[in-house]
């Protein structure tokens, strides 16, 4: 119930006037988002990078409504880019499509992302396609299909919470896919998704199964041991390496099991949001836990 609030809350601009322009102290925004510049971003990635464990550079923001909002967002990711070539960290690059204008602009947005990813291809990194709410799932499905023959890197977020992800997946089995198995952040109704955490867990060990099988370089992004563990059983039982899939959360959530995980030989890669378009990111971290709202409540009376 708590969590649902806290989601519908996200999606509000007068609850983001109140809380954005109240007395939320930085401390809490800092403990979720490397800071509001790239080079802050940069940093955090060359710590993580310092533990063998690589980077997914965020660009906060989502929901663009105009042409010129996409162009920035495409323009600041470009810059992204560049400084990930002119530094040398180990990061790959995490896009949400409405950012680039997937919900006025599909053709635009699809050139958008052509570009970022021939760029990130030429300096040796590569692009992850955020999902968003669910409707969006299926333009975003139809874009990564577009592209990823010619960048077959191309990585696309599924969520597990979504009855059709199965069939999704199923659809686009010819050509192994790049997938990054995700729970799901968003508040979605019955009808398209489950609801109960032990139905997303049973549909998300499924996933993990399937992608082990017909999939391309499995991302599993969890902070569930379970599911870690999981993960970790499917590709001993295929005979696989340690490094055969890729282990990805959330930067500052759970630390010390992405270094042991790293330090024990497996691909860890942790997500770095910065910007300051930090908002919906932070509201839905806060309704994935209750401790991390009580953090946010002491912080905002503390003030
Ligand atoms: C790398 C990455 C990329 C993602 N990309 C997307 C995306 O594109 N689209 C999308 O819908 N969702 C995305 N998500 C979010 C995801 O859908 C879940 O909402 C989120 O990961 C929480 O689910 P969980 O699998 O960690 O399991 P949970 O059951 O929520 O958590 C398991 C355990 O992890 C710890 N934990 C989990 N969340 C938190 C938290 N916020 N603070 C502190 N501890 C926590 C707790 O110990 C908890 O018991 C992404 C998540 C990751 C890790």
């Not at 998300?204 to 599993?220: K, N």
């Not at 997500?271 to 839905?284: C, H, I, K, N, Q």
Request: hydrophobic residues 40%.
């Amino acid at each position: 119930m708590l969590g649902r609030t806290l989601l519908w809350a996200s999606e509000k601009p007068r609850v983001q006037r109140f809380v954005t322009e109240g007395k939320l102290t930085r401390s809490v925004v800092d403990r979720f988002v490397a800071g509001e510049e790239l080079e802050d971003a940069i940093r955090a990635i060359k710590d993580l990078n310092a533990k063998k464990v690589g980077g997914i550079l965020d660009l906060l923001g989502e929901g663009v409504t105009d042409p010129r909002g996409a162009e920035a967002a495409a323009a600041e990711y470009l810059r992204s880019i560049n400084r990930i070539e002119a530094t040398g960290i180990d990061t790959t690059v995490s896009v949400k499509l409405t950012q680039l204008g997937l919900a006025f602009d599909k053709g635009r947005c699809i050139d958008h992302l052509r570009v970022l990813a021939a760029e990130a291809q030429a300096v040796g990194t590569s692009v992850e396609i955020d999902m968003e709410q669910a409707d969006y799932v299926t333009d975003t499905i139809e874009v990564y299909r577009v592209l990823r023959s010619d960048y077959p890197s191309l990585r696309l977020a599924l969520q597990a919470y979504l009855r059709r992800t199965p069939a999704d997946l199923e659809s686009m089995k010819e050509v192994p896919p790049r997938i990054r198995l995700v729970k799901g952040a968003y508040s979605e109704p019955p009808e398209i998704a489950f609801q109960k955490t032990k139905e997303i867990d049973g549909q998300y060990r499924y996933l993990t199964d399937w992608l082990f099988a017909h999939g391309d370089d499995p991302g599993i992004a969890t902070h569930d041991s379970s599911l870690i563990h999981h993960a970790k059983q499917a590709a001993e039982r295929a005979n696989k390496p340690l490094d055969c899939f890729e282990i990805q959360m959330l930067y500052g959530i759970r630390r010390e099991l992405q270094q042991q995980l790293a330090q024990q030989g497996y691909r860890v890669r942790v997500y770095v949001p910065f910007g300051s378009a930090w908002y919906p990111y932070l509201m839905r971290r806060m309704a994935e836990r209750p401790a991390n709202l009580r953090f946010f409540l002491r912080a905002l009376v503390r003030d």
